[in-house]
């Protein structure tokens, strides 16, 4: 049974308001061609919609009547929102200069960042408290796992074939990548369709050696990819000052390697916790 509280409908009306505010001012601009921008207005549109179905389906308690655990559905979300409003995409690419940019440009960064927080506080009030029975989701790990899943996408909308089809070291990387992506997938639809019983040994004890696994791979990613990438490889003259070249792709695609390690590193000491400590108290 779906319980409704006070504060967590509050912060998610608020989240429609903001996401439909930052969308219209940036549409009454006019149209843009700019992958960044199709990025912002993706990403309101999208947080917008959910965000509208998770209050209607609420409201009805018509989540309560879904085969899926909706503690786990909305916790996701609600971190997959927080990592996908990003003000900065639009605040930074299309305001570098604050006196060239008219005051749409600027409410709509502002409006964007009252969402992001928003969400974020909507992640705090849907996670799962200690000692309190919830879905994996719910948990560090689970919102881990969100994270680490959504850090692979932003890796794969920066490669580029002709970059990494040169070299096997990329290629492998690129395999990292997909392989520890694909399980983080996994754990997620698992886990919101109820379905962690499929697993051929308990999921904790499956999580943990995935989790090391991972750790392995991304350490050999964190060395390979920046040294094929970046050996004879300068900074082009053509990548300007603004313009996200793809050369630039390359470092947020090490910066995002090492961030994700971090992260993957992070999701192993829960995990490890979770089984040697945990389960044996």
Not at 100 to 123: G, K, M, N, P, R
Request: with cysteine; charged share 10%.
């Amino acid at each position: 049974m779906v319980t409704l509280d006070i504060r967590t409908l509050t912060v998610r009306i608020l989240e429609v308001i903001f996401t439909c505010i930052s969308f219209s001012l940036v549409a009454s601009v006019g149209h843009s061609t700019d992958s960044f921008w199709t990025w912002c207005m993706f990403t309101w549109c999208f947080c917008f919609c959910v965000t509208i179905l998770i209050l209607v389906l609420e409201l009805t308690s018509l989540s309560a009547q879904l085969p899926i655990s909706w503690d786990d559905f909305t916790t996701a979300f609600a971190m997959l929102a927080t990592l996908m409003v990003c003000a900065l995409f639009y605040s930074l690419i299309f305001a570098p200069a604050l006196c060239s940019v008219s005051w749409v440009q600027i409410a709509a960064s502002v409006t964007s960042c009252l969402a992001f927080i928003l969400y974020a506080v909507d992640v705090g009030l849907t996670r799962a408290k200690p000692g309190e029975i919830s879905g994996f989701l719910s948990t560090v790990p689970g919102l881990l796992k969100v994270l680490e899943a959504f850090v692979a996408c932003i890796i794969f909308i920066c490669l580029n074939y002709n970059q990494y089809s040169r070299f096997p070291g990329l290629q492998w990387c690129v395999a990292v990548y997909s392989v520890c992506f694909i399980f983080a997938l996994l754990v997620i639809i698992f886990t919101i369709c109820r379905l962690l019983t499929l697993f051929p040994a308990p999921f904790d004890k499956v999580l943990t050696v995935c989790n090391v696994l991972a750790v392995l791979l991304y350490i050999t990613a964190v060395v390979i990819w920046p040294l094929y990438s970046f050996q004879n490889n300068s900074r082009p003259k053509y990548c300007t000052k603004g313009i996200l070249c793809p050369w630039d792709k390359l470092v947020v695609i090490t910066f995002m390697t090492c961030f994700n390690l971090a992260a993957y590193i992070t999701d192993t000491v829960y995990s490890f916790r979770l089984v040697f400590f945990i389960s044996r108290n």
